[in-house]
């Protein structure tokens, strides 16, 4: 039985791994054949296979690559990474290209988009999980990255190791504006919330921008896995339809913090 970092979502204990499950000794959570294990009780609702989808079509092309650069130099290779909210584990996998030996955990609560994450990813360890609930010991991880995902606070300061950091990307206000303006007839900017203060100690902050030129399949992509999706009329999606090439601005903020 080998130990991990992860403990039981029902009795918080620390759970063990015997190659085929997860175990407290009281409670057993199996291994899925892609890799996965599913620690969230009760079940939550994920993103759907439709934004799963449109999420990995967009990827394939690394779009975003300005942005994962921009978080590289907060990760150092004897990092344990947890990324809360980790999608297909696009992030993770950048990570682990330039830094093979990093131990990274990736934490979602939609199924269909952890298991896309664990069979492209074979050596990181992926988790269906409530993110408000953390199944993830005390004080046992060195980087938390949270990128466009809702986050406790009070559960990043629990599974932070002292001096560890939370890494954390939200839009910008310009995020997506061209994109916008085709969609909506009157624009409205994005708010950008405030730093978080005490426990966290903000130590770096940064907007990145930057220019993706998407094509018709891209900018579909893109579309598709944006709240845009559902709250766009039908003639501003046919609009959108028509649409062969648009250059999009990326805008993010990108804040680190650590852990006093
Ligand atoms: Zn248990």
């Not at 996965?36 to 092309?61: T, W």
């Not at 584990?89 to 682990?96: A, E, F, I, N, Q």
């Not at 896309?116 to 990181?124: E, F, H, I, R, V």
């Not at 559902?230 to 805008?251: P, R, W």
Request: charged share 20%.
């Amino acid at each position: 039985m080998k130990q991990t970092l992860l403990r039981c979502p029902i009795c918080q204990k620390q759970l063990y791994f015997n190659n085929v499950s997860y175990s407290c000794g009281k409670h057993h959570f199996d291994k899925a054949k892609e890799g996965y294990v599913n620690l969230c009780i009760p079940p939550i609702k994920g993103d759907d296979s439709h934004l799963v989808q449109a999420r990995e079509d967009f990827f394939l092309k690394n779009p975003y690559e300005p942005l994962m650069n921009a978080i590289f130099p907060w990760v150092t290779t004897q990092d344990v990474v947890l990324d809360m909210g980790c999608g297909i584990g696009s992030y993770l996998k950048y990570l682990k290209d330039k830094l093979p030996l990093l131990t990274t955990i990736g934490f979602d609560g939609s199924k269909i988009a952890i298991k896309k994450a664990s069979k492209s990813d074979l050596n990181g360890q992926y988790v269906v999980a409530n993110i408000n609930s953390c199944p993830i010991i005390d004080h046992s991880i060195d980087v938390v990255l949270s990128v466009f995902a809702p986050y406790q606070i009070s559960e990043v300061k629990r599974v932070l190791k002292p001096g560890g950091r939370l890494i954390c990307v939200e839009p910008g206000i310009n995020h997506l504006v061209e994109l916008k303006s085709v969609l909506y007839p009157s624009l409205r900017l994005n708010e950008v919330s405030e730093p978080l203060k005490t426990p966290l100690n903000l130590i770096h902050e940064e907007n990145v921008n930057f220019i993706i030129s998407c094509d018709h399949s891209l900018l579909m992509s893109l579309f598709q896995m944006t709240p845009y999706a559902y709250t766009t009329s039908k003639e501003a999606q046919e609009k959108l339809s028509s649409i062969s090439h648009l250059d999009v601005l990326a805008s993010f903020v990108l804040r680190v913090y650590e852990l006093h």
